[in-house]
């Protein structure tokens, strides 16, 4: 059984910060693609970024130049810094791990204040 856990997610005030992180913990062997997502209220999940094991990125075009993701592989963590928050980016923001299926954490909100 693969478990995500994800921390770090909190209220602030457009224009500041906030890091999120994900722990992925259970019978892994190796993790691929690693990412976030979001959701907002009423709004359809969404893709934030994703890394590869390799350390490829990809970017939501709303997020380039604000989120930067990375990961771990000891630690089976995969980072999200997210600077310069906009009231838009307020949603749930779940962890996606890929091994031999797609695994989901239980998500942690973000609202962003204007």
């Known amino acids: 059984q693969v478990q995500l856990v994800e921390s770090g997610g909190g209220l602030v005030q457009a224009g500041g910060s906030l890091r999120l992180s994900c722990t992925a913990s259970g019978s892994i062997f190796s993790i691929n693609t690693m990412g976030w997502y979001r959701q907002a209220p009423g709004e359809q999940r969404e893709l934030v970024a994703t890394v590869t094991g390799g350390g490829n990125t990809n970017y939501a075009d709303s997020v380039k130049g604000r989120f930067t993701i990375s990961r771990d592989n000891a630690k089976k963590t995969v980072y999200l810094q997210m600077n310069s928050l906009k009231p838009e980016d307020t949603a749930v923001y779940y962890c996606?791990?890929?091994?031999?299926?797609?695994?989901w954490g239980q998500g942690t909100q973000v609202t962003v204040s204007s």
């Open positions: 996606n791990a890929l091994l031999l299926r797609p695994y």
